[in-house]
Nanobody, 125 residues
């Protein structure tokens, strides 16, 4: 099993920045891709960004392109999400996700194997 723990959420004003971090533990040798989803109040969870183990498969949702940047440290089993120019629509619970090795890399955008518990991001003045 793989455990994922997020940190770094909080309250920020529109236009501000936040950096989320996720630490993977357990059977981390099973993990290939890592990424982030989010869920706004009253809405379904949606894919935000992901990166494969060697950064060959990096994806972003159209709504965050140019504002969010995902990065990984394979040695530390971490994935970060730098969020800039935040908007009220970015408010939500942000989940770290991971995909099992040998699955198609794009599968993380719809059906990751593991989920963290989430960290709250609120963008409000």
């Amino acid at each position: 099993q793989v455990q994922l723990e997020e940190s770094g959420g909080g309250l920020v004003q529109p236009g501000g920045s936040l950096r989320l971090s996720c630490q993977a533990s357990g059977r981390t040798d099973s993990v290939y891709s890592m990424g982030w989803f989010r869920q706004a109040p009253g809405k379904e969870r949606e894919f935000v960004a992901s990166m494969s183990g060697f950064a060959t498969g990096t994806y972003y949702a159209d709504s965050v392109k140019g504002r969010f940047t995902i990065s990984r440290d394979n040695a530390k089993n971490t994935v970060d999400l730098q969020m800039n120019a935040l908007k009220p629509d970015d408010t939500g619970l942000y989940f770290c996700v991971a995909l099992r090795r040998f699955r198609p890399v794009e599968a993380i955008r719809s059906n990751p194997n593991w989920w963290g518990r989430g960290t709250q991001v609120t963008v409000s003045s």
